[in-house]
């Protein structure tokens, strides 16, 4: 099994709902060394994914780039809409779904981000959209850059308004660029972070029921799927979503976290240092399972993207 470990490194507030344009705190970005010991201990090769106020501070640039010596880690991106220049009003409340913010101006924030992260002397070629927001527009404006994975897709989850992903696939796959929940032909591989529908084909009766759709995302969230993320599950069912996940074939695991819930204060979860603890605690005994329940390769967005794309262009290959 390959296990990709992601970080949206990024400002505090979101979890209170507060989605400002400008002067946001970032401290919690100090909190990353805290991983330290657990990255070391199982070799976890993590992706770094910065948004563009992170980047904007030199200290910070600083501890990605020695974290990303120290770790062989991957600095990759991170868009946020509502905090990275040019800024626009926009009739619809923050966040705007990528669909409904104009092409243009979803273009221009996303150049602005890549060239933020260049300008760290990194070339940027893995991505997330914040929110889990992403649709054919956002796709669509990665194809035209040097991105080559994005883990944007959530499975089992429609999230603030944004593009169904009930129905998409729970492994990597080259997605259809104006359908990128259905498989086709981008170069761009799609990492989905691992949601698992408690049926096989339950994300696609959802997606299709004759139901409100609010009521079926309720569903799909809290009764039909299980998560494999340490920050929405106990370590029992990051056990089973593991186990469910290699049953059925998988062949990657892609978790997220944020770098605030490294701060104590950062979330409503981890209100105290102690809370913070225990949170590296199941995150360092869900790795340590994992390496005794199954053979594990922990590899960086591109690493993965690499792989699967040699496995595509192999006669009669498979990833």
């Not at 992601?6 to 709902?17: K, M, N, Q, Y």
């Not at 933020?116 to 796709?139: A, I, K, L």
């Amino acid at each position: 099994m390959k296990l990709a470990v992601t970080i949206d490194v990024e400002e505090e507030g979101l979890f209170s709902g507060r989605y400002e344009s400008r002067n946001v705190s970032v401290n919690n970005v100090a909190e990353l060394p805290r991983l330290d010991s657990i990255f070391r201990e199982w070799n976890i090769t993590p992706t770094l994914l910065p948004t563009y106020p992170v980047t904007c501070h030199q200290h910070h640039r600083d501890l990605l780039l020695k974290l990303k010596q120290q770790w062989n880690a991957e600095i990759g991106a991170h868009l946020h809409p509502w905090n990275t220049p040019p800024f626009e009003a926009q009739p619809h409340p923050e966040p705007v779904p990528s669909e409904l913010i104009p092409r243009e101006l979803l273009d221009a924030k996303l150049q602005n981000l890549l060239q933020s992260v260049r300008q760290m002397g990194v070339t940027p070629t893995s991505f997330r959209m914040g929110r889990f927001n992403t649709g054919p527009r956002m796709f669509s404006l990665l194809e035209n850059t040097g991105i080559l994975v994005d883990s944007s897709v959530a499975p089992m989850r429609q999230y603030h308004a944004g593009h169904s992903h009930l129905a998409s696939p729970t492994d990597p796959y080259f997605p259809d660029p104006e359908e990128p929940r259905h498989p086709g032909r981008s170069r761009i591989l799609e990492a989905p972070i691992t949601i698992l529908p408690v049926l096989p084909q339950l994300g696609s009766w959802l997606d299709q029921a004759p139901v409100p759709q609010s009521w079926a995302s309720w569903f799909a969230m809290h009764l039909g799927s299980l998560s494999a993320q340490p920050m929405w599950a106990g370590l029992g069912w990051l056990k089973t979503a593991a186990r469910l996940h290699r049953h059925r074939g998988g062949q990657v695991l892609t978790i997220y976290f944020h770098s605030s819930e490294l701060m104590p204060g950062g979330c409503p979860q981890h209100a105290t240092l102690q809370d913070v603890d225990r949170f590296l605690d199941r995150l360092r005994g869900f790795f340590a399972w994992l390496h005794r329940e199954m053979p594990i390769e922990s590899l960086t967005l591109s690493q993965l993207a690499a792989k699967f794309r040699r496995a595509t262009q192999q006669p009669g290959g498979s990833s």
